[in-house]
């Protein structure tokens, strides 16, 4: 993509408008170290008591776990993703034990610091050249059973990942929402002092 539509209303590092989550991929390989280097992003985001719940589960192409993950997705995630490089799980685990406890008790922020983990990520694979997108539809039942992930972990996303390909390769209801999607005025997100939004 050689001009971002993206405008920020407020000075911000360009690296902001940038990321974007396409569905058009090349399908190439991705290799290993690469991909560590986005989970190692996501590693340093800050956390509540420094208790870093998140947990990522993830499949390259071309590897054993591959096709175990692609049918994880629901069918239409699963007819574009197919063409990813690699695919992953985001889960972060429900309990911490507080400095000086010694048993754990429910961590009432784990899908606060988990989100704060994966934008950590999604910014180290669009710094790096790559490009990821997080989805919702994905069969969490399955998901749980297949990767043997226990009770006290909830499960939140996937994520597929990989070299921004031709959006020709999509099918036609598709190309035309292959760019980087507008964001709403900051005055319908942010309020000084009271909701008022």
Known sequence: ??????????????QFTQRWSPRAFTGESIPEQTLLSFFEAAR?????????PWRFLYARRDTPNWERFLGLLNEFNHGWAQHASALVIVISKTT????????ETPAL????????????LALQASNSGWHSHGMAGFDQE????????????????AVAIGKLGDKASLP??????????????????????????
């Open 142 to 157: 399955l998901t749980r059973r297949e990767l043997k992930i226990p009770e006290g972990y909830a499960l939140h996303a």
């Open 44 to 52: 340093w985001a800050p956390s509540a008591y420094n208790s870093q």
């Open 109 to 120: 922020w784990h899908t606060f610091d988990t989100g704060s983990a994966w934008g950590h």
């Open 96 to 103: 911490f034990t507080a400095p000086g406890a010694s048993e």
């Open 1 to 14: 993509m050689s001009i971002n539509p993206r405008i920020a209303d407020h000075p911000i590092d360009p």
């Open 172 to 197: 036609d209801y598709l190309q035309a929402r292959e760019i980087p999607s507008p964001r709403q005025p900051l005055s319908a997100l942010v309020a000084e002092g009271d909701f008022s939004l």
